[in-house]
């Protein structure tokens, strides 16, 4: 029977699993279609057409050899290695580690997974460029930054860039709030009631032994 329970948990943590990398693929092909139609529309290093406002938000082509936001640029050899390929690679196995594990593992937020899937599908999207793309990432959200920390726009971007902040921000939500509203409605009323149990408990044995004499 225990066996049975075992096999049970397992089946049913890989089809959860299977669920959260339809959603990775998902983000993985979003990014590189995206990619693909700005590289057929639009030449290398050259605008394309404006979105948003009066050139607030632009589409545009350029290459990245840093990491997201032009991160790194200024790395070479093997600081470049690690700061590009090394770092991203670890931290998407240990999330797709924990994602996997689940419960087990103290991931008990579907929006902390939904935030690993994020994270995960947007960091291999430009991990598919950085291998196949000599020339670099594919960048192409081009945003007006109205001189903030000094910059007229901010550092072009693409959609994998996109979904890994989205995914940290929500990740942070999820870890401030979620496990702030879990520990407030298990903690403090657990404790106090088990406290009122030990003391009832305790009563009612006083009352047997008085009883009994």
Not at 22 to 32: G, M, P, R, S
Not at 114 to 136: E, W
Not at 199 to 206: G, T
């Amino acid at each position: 029977m225990a066996e049975k329970g075992n096999d049970m948990v397992v089946s049913d943590r890989n089809r959860k699993f299977v669920k959260y990398l339809l959603l990775i693929l998902a983000v993985i092909a979003f990014d590189q279609v995206t990619k693909w139609i700005v590289t057929a529309t639009i030449p290398m290093w050259n605008e394309g057409p404006v979105l948003i406002g009066n050139d607030f938000l632009r589409l545009v082509h350029i290459r990245n050899k840093a990491a997201g936001f032009g991160l790194g640029s200024s790395l070479s050899g093997f600081a470049r290695f690690v700061f590009i390929y090394f770092v991203p690679c670890a931290l998407m196995a240990y999330l797709l580690y924990l994602l996997y594990r689940g419960e087990e593992a103290g991931i008990r937020s579907e929006l902390e997974k939904i935030s690993f899937c994020l994270i995960i599908g947007g960091g291999i999207g430009n991990l598919i460029d950085r291998t196949f793309r000599p020339s670099g990432v594919v960048d192409f959200i081009d945003v007006k930054f109205y001189g903030i920390f000094g910059m007229d726009r901010w550092p072009a971007f693409n959609m994998a860039d996109s979904c890994v902040v989205v995914g940290a921000i929500l990740l942070v939500i999820s870890t401030i709030f979620v496990n702030r509203v879990r520990f407030k409605g298990s903690s403090p009323v657990s404790s106090s009631s088990s406290e009122v149990d030990s003391r009832s408990n305790a009563r009612l044995a006083s009352d047997e032994r008085k009883r009994g004499k």
